[in-house]
Nanobody, 126 residues
Framework: VQLQASGGGLVQAGGSLRLSCAAS????????MGWFRQAPGKEREFVVG????????YYIDSVKGRFTISRDNAKNTVYLQMNSLEFEDTAVYYC????????????????????WGQGTLVTVSS
């Protein structure tokens, strides 16, 4: 499967952005999806994840209440709505897909995902 992330940009603190991750290719499999981010000089970190059915979602504490992940399986697309953006949210955001089931605690590991998008830059100005 190929993943295409989009929607990044420059926004002022307190603003909003909506990221999209469109899947193409072998999309018939049940993919669990995650969004990771990597800030300059830091390791890539898990931010949010959603199970293949959409029934389960997971967020790191720093984005709870501000970010919302959703998916539209008919469109093979996952969305990340980011509100109340903070300077610390500045990073390149990557979407990732995994066929591993069930969507468990391994979701935080980058090596648990076999497919990655190219990344989209989110810059939050303070």
């Amino acid at each position: 499967v190929q993943l295409q992330a989009s929607g990044g940009g420059l926004v002022q603190a307190g603003g909003s952005l909506r990221l999209s991750c469109a899947a193409s290719g072998r999309t018939s499999s049940n993919y669990n999806m995650g969004w990771f981010r990597q800030a300059p000089g830091k390791e890539r970190e898990f931010v949010v994840g959603i199970s293949w059915s959409g029934s389960s979602t997971y967020y790191i504490d720093s984005v709870k209440g501000r970010f919302t992940i959703s998916r539209d399986n008919a469109k093979n697309t996952v969305y990340l709505q980011m509100n109340s953006l903070e300077f610390e949210d500045t990073a390149v955001y990557y979407c990732a897909a995994s066929t591993r089931q069930p969507y468990g605690t391994w979701r935080y590991r980058t090596d648990s995902y076999g497919y990655w998008g190219q990344g989209t830059l989110v810059t939050v100005s303070s």
